[in-house]
Each structure stands twice: as structure tokens, then as C-alpha cells.
């Protein structure tokens, strides 16, 4: 099993290709839909990383894959452009998955 990642800038695919994760660069909500869909059918993929401006493209789709699908796991990063607000995110999944407010 290995990690995909899914990255609005080169700098992020670069530091995470020297960490021998693969992955693209993409920038329209299109192309994120398309790539997530093509890795979400990888059997080798257990993780995929996508960072914060990609998820921001489609939150609901990003929301609903992470509530109903097993595998892979999304999992939300900062770019170097990135702010602190991955503590929210999470938070509103948590409190979405079991339906009580934190």
C-alpha cells in the first residue's frame, strides 16, 4: 500500500517525490474531480494527501468520500501557502461522522 499525492503546486510534489510519494499537480475543480476519481480505483493507493486549496476546490465531494469510503483515506495538508486550520477541518468530520458538535 502506498500514498498519492494530489497537489496544487510543484514545490509540494517535489518535497513529497524526494519522500518517494508519487502524484500530480492539478488546479481546476475538474481536474481535482478526474484524479480523484481515477485514484480513489488504484488498489495499491491507501492514502492519498491533498492539500488544503485542492480540497477547497470541492468540499462536499471531499467531505462525502471521506464519510463513506473505506479506502483510500484523504487526508488534508498545508503547502508552504498553507494556513493552521487543519484543527477545524477535522473537527467539522468529527463532529459530521457522529453528530455532535465539538
Do not use: W
Not at 58 to 68: D, R
Amino acid at each position: 500500500m502506498k500514498f498519492y499525492l494530489l497537489s496544487d503546486n510543484i514545490d509540494t510534489q517535489m518535497g513529497m517525490r524526494l519522500a518517494g510519494i508519487e502524484g500530480v499537480v492539478v488546479h481546476e475543480r475538474h481536474e481535482v474531480l478526474q484524479e480523484l476519481e481515477r485514484v480513489m480505483h488504484m488498489e495499491d493507493v491507501a492514502i492519498v494527501l491533498m492539500t488544503t486549496k485542492l480540497i477547497e476546490t470541492c468540499p462536499e465531494v471531499i467531505s462525502e468520500l471521506k464519510l463513506k469510503q473505506k479506502k483510500p483515506l484523504i487526508v488534508e495538508i498545508p503547502d508552504r501557502h498553507g494556513s493552521a486550520k487543519i484543527g477545524e477541518t477535522i473537527d467539522r468530520y468529527v463532529s459530521e461522522a457522529i453528530g455532535v458538535k465539538l
